[in-house]
Nanobody, 115 residues
């Protein structure tokens, strides 16, 4: 069983930066493709960035391309999402999950960006 716990969210002004972490337990993170998702109030959950098992397998939603960077540290069993030049529309609860199939969803971490 793979368990993922998100952290690193917070409140920043437009143009600020945050780095989210997703710590895995129960299984090796490196054995899975894994992705970041977000869900804004009254909106559906959407995929933000995906990281495959192999090299050169990162993908980003058009809305975050050029601003967000996904990476993993297999030694620490941790997935990261570096978010730069944040915009108010990035405000959401951010989740990580393996891709695919999904495991259960955690609590996520709240990111709030003010204008």
């Amino acid at each position: 069983q793979l368990q993922l716990v998100e952290s690193g969210g917070g409140s920043v002004h437009s143009g600020g930066s945050l780095k989210l972490s997703c710590v895995a337990s129960g299984s090796a993170l490196g054995g899975y493709g894994i992705a970041w998702f977000r869900q804004a109030p009254e909106k559906e959950r959407e995929a933000v960035s995906c990281l495959g098992v192999g090299a050169d397998s990162t993908h980003y939603a058009d809305s975050v391309k050029g601003r967000f960077t996904v990476s993993r540290d297999n030694a620490k069993n941790t997935l990261y999402l570096q978010m730069n030049n944040l915009k108010p529309e990035d405000t959401a609860v951010y989740y990580c999950n393996k891709n695919l199939p999904f495991d259960s969803w955690g609590k996520g971490t709240q990111v709030t960006v003010s204008s």
